[in-house]
């Protein structure tokens, strides 16, 4: 059961640069895990819509910071994966760069919820958010896909 809070989530904004982002008000929570691991099926699936975050098959789909609005204060964020990815060695860098200013400024991010495969045990990356979830107070939620 969908409650009326996500289903009426919105699109709110792309980024491709930590500085393009909205303000730093109100509370966010962040989508993060390796390239594919299901990060924007999960928020549609959440939110009970089909095409609110674009998907793929072909790991690297997500390339921006996407912000989702769920109401006046509060977002939900889709983040590009990390570890392999079908895009250039540039844009990789270009967006890993963006999650890292985003996870180490953002001032109104609540919590993570990380994305992993069940058949994939989590990576170095993966502990190194969880403990640097911890180190924060920031809570971490661990979503496995069948
Ligand atoms: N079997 C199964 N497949 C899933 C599940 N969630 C997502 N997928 C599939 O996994 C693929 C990747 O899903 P995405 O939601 O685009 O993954 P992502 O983590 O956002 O990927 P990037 O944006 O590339 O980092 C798609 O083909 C989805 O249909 C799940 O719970 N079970
Ligand atoms: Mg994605």
Known sequence: MVSNL?????FLTSAAL???IPSDTGYEIAFVGRSNAGKSSAINALCGQTNLCRTS???GRTQLLNFFQLD?????VDLPGYGY???PGAEQQRWQRSIAEYLNQRNCLRGLILLMDIRTPLTEYDWNLITWCSERNLSVHVLTRP
Do not use: V
């Open 18 to 20: 930590y500085s393009q």
């Open 72 to 76: 006046a204060e509060r977002r939900l």
């Open 57 to 59: 098959k072909i790991p």
């Open 6 to 10: 996500y289903r009426a989530a919105n």
């Open 85 to 87: 990815a079908k895009a």
